[in-house]
C-alpha cells in the first residue's frame, strides 16, 4: 500500500443514480472515505446500500455527480486497472470446491478462479500463509473447499481479496447466514484486519447493527436513497438516527465494543 491513514480512499460528490423508469435509487450523496477507517453502511432493504457499494467496487456508474477511488476519477480510468487494487467479498460468491483452503487465498494474487502455480513465488505463499492466520483460518491449511462451513468458507473469502494487498476492502453482508459461533468469529478476524494494515480502508454493509465488528469507527445510515447520517459512530449510530433510518423507536446501546438494538418501549419494560 501507498496511502497514509488519513488519505482519501473513497469520495462520492454530489452522486445520483437513477434507472430507465427515472426512479431514483441514491439523490445527492456526498461521502468521503479515508485510509484507516471502517465504515458500516446500515439501512433497511430498499435503502440504496447496494447501488452505494456498486459504485465503490466500479460496477455501476454514478447518473450525475462524481466518484472517485484511490484517487481516480471513474469515467477517466481503466476500470481494469482500478479494480485490481480493490478488494471486493460477497458471501455468494462461489469457490472451486475440490481446491485446497491455502489455494483459494493463493488464486487472490491472480484474480483468477483457478490457480496459476508457475506465477506464484515464495513470497506469495508465504502471504497466503500470513492471511490465513490473520482471518482465524490457518487450521484450514489442506482441508478441500467443499469440507467447509459457511463460516469458514467466508473468512477464506476475505484472506483471499487481501492476497492483493489492496487499499480499500469492500464486505457485502459478510456475516449473512452465519450462526452466533460463525458470525462471532468473522467480526472478531474483520476487527485483526485493521491491526496488521491500518492503511486500509474498510466499508462493511449490513442490516443488522449487531453484524458491526468492533472495530467499527465511521457509519452511513441511509434510507430511500438519501443519507440520513454519517461520521464517527458516536455520532452517527445514535437511537435518534437508527430510529430515523429503520423507521422505528429504536435504542441502540453499545456494550464491549459491540453494539446492539431493541424497540425502545422492550428496553422500557425491561427495566
Known sequence: MNQSVGGIALELAGVTVWVPSGERLVEDIDWTVRHGETWALLGPNGA??????SLADTSRFPSAGRVTILGRTMGRVDIWTLRAELGAVNPSTQMPEDLNAEDVVLTGRTGSVHPMWKKYTADDHHRADELMTVMSCQ?????????????ERGRLRIARSLMSDPELLLLDEPATGLDLMAREELLSAISVIRTHMPQIAIVLVSHHIEELPASTSHALLLRGG?????????????SSHVSACFGGDI????????????????WSRKE
Open 139 to 151: 487450521h484450514l491449511r489442506g482441508r478441500q473447499v467443499n469440507g467447509l462451513s459457511q463460516g
Open 48 to 53: 440504496g446500500k447496494t447501488t452505494l457499494l
Open 226 to 238: 438519501r443519507i440520513v447520517s454519517k461520521g464517527p459512530v458516536a455520532q452517527s449510530l445514535t
Open 251 to 266: 435504542t441502540i446501546r453499545r456494550h464491549l465494543g459491540r453494539w446492539s438494538a431493541q424497540l425502545a418501549d422492550a
